[in-house]
């Protein structure tokens, strides 16, 4: 399994692009979770061929978060994208995402391209990839996820704060990423996560990477600092890339 990090800015980040990752397996399928302003720049900055990735998964429906969408889908109606595409989403926030499809394409109707509308379960498979999901502490209802597939564990948060629930899909997962606004200690009914709780988190599953995003840009420079003294706990940045199958990092551009 391979994690691209396309963007790991909050939402209004002067910084970083909006936060949001590629993963890809070793037969080449992708998936994109989620897609804010920046990320369909970002992609296209990758060169990548319009059909290459498979399916989109929203942990919600933030801007920042599923915004793109709409530049996203034009590009690929534009060069003549013909591979179905699968987006999978909360049902009740579903309707968010097809006005933003239907964007894509408007005054028309069709994209060239069918559309498959998933319902995102607490478990489902795809294409081998072992996939489940649990509901962060969120403004809006948010689905941080939990991927298997190549013998490789990947967690990503979505935004909020954690839960019991997606604190469990946490255990023992090769990279984690974990939303992290502050330096400092939130309320405990705060709808982001922080420093204290993410070092906790990191040292008591023993989780072997952990990277803090969707961070405030105030807050970069002293969450790196914190971090250095953890071999394990990192702060993410734009265009890094891993490799789970051989431990290797590195970065685009």
């Known amino acids: 399994m391979k994690i691209d990090v396309l963007g790991c800015g909050s939402a209004f980040s002067r910084?970083?692009?909006?936060?949001?990752?590629?993963?890809i397996d070793r037969q080449k399928r992708q998936w994109l979770i989620d897609c804010g302003p920046t990320i369909p720049r970002a992609l296209w900055q990758r060169n990548l061929e319009i059909?290459?990735?498979?399916?989109?998964?929203?942990?919600?429906?933030?801007?920042?978060?599923?915004?793109?969408?709409?530049?996203?889908?034009?590009?690929?109606?534009?060069?003549?994208?013909?591979?179905?595409?699968?987006?999978?989403?909360q049902r009740e926030q579903r309707p968010v995402?097809?006005?933003?499809?239907?964007?894509?394409?408007?005054?028309?109707?069709?994209?060239?391209?069918?559309?498959?509308?998933?319902?995102?379960?607490?478990?489902?498979?795809?294409q081998g990839w072992q996939i489940h999901t649990a509901f962060t502490h969120h403004e809006i209802p948010?689905?941080?996820?939990?991927?298997?597939?190549?013998?490789?564990?990947?967690?990503?948060?979505g935004d909020g704060r954690p839960t019991a629930e997606s604190i469990a899909l946490m255990h023992n997962a090769d990279l984690a990423f974990q939303e992290c606004a502050s330096l400092t200690a939130l309320g405990s009914?705060?709808?982001?996560?922080?420093?204290?709780?993410?070092?906790?988190?990191?040292q008591q599953l023993h989780l072997p990477a952990l990277g803090l995003y969707h961070c405030?840009?105030?807050?970069?420079?002293?969450?790196?600092?914190?971090?250095?003294?953890?071999?394990?706990?990192?702060l993410s940045e734009d265009g890094r890339q891993f490799d789970l199958l051989t431990q290797q990092a590195a970065h685009y551009g």
């Not at 910084?15 to 590629?22: D, G, K, L, W």
């Not at 429906?61 to 989403?89: E, M, Y």
């Not at 009914?189 to 990191?202: I, R």
């Not at 405030?216 to 990192?234: H, I, K, R, T, V």
């Open 216 to 234: 405030n840009d105030a807050a970069l420079a002293a969450l790196a600092e914190a971090c250095a003294s953890y071999p394990g706990l990192f």
């Open 97 to 126: 995402l097809m006005q933003l499809a239907s964007l894509a394409n408007w005054p028309q109707a069709e994209l060239g391209f069918p559309i498959e509308w998933r319902d995102s379960e607490a478990a489902f498979h795809w």
């Open 15 to 23: 910084q970083q692009n909006t936060s949001a990752i590629r993963v």
């Open 142 to 157: 948010n689905l941080a996820l939990r991927i298997e597939t190549d013998g490789c564990t990947l967690f990503y948060s």
């Open 51 to 89: 059909n290459e990735i498979d399916a989109l998964y929203f942990t919600h429906v933030h801007p920042d978060h599923c915004t793109g969408l709409t530049a996203l889908l034009n590009h690929w109606k534009s060069f003549q994208r013909r591979k179905p595409l699968i987006i999978w989403s």
């Open 189 to 202: 009914d705060a709808s982001h996560g922080d420093f204290p709780d993410c070092l906790a988190l990191y």
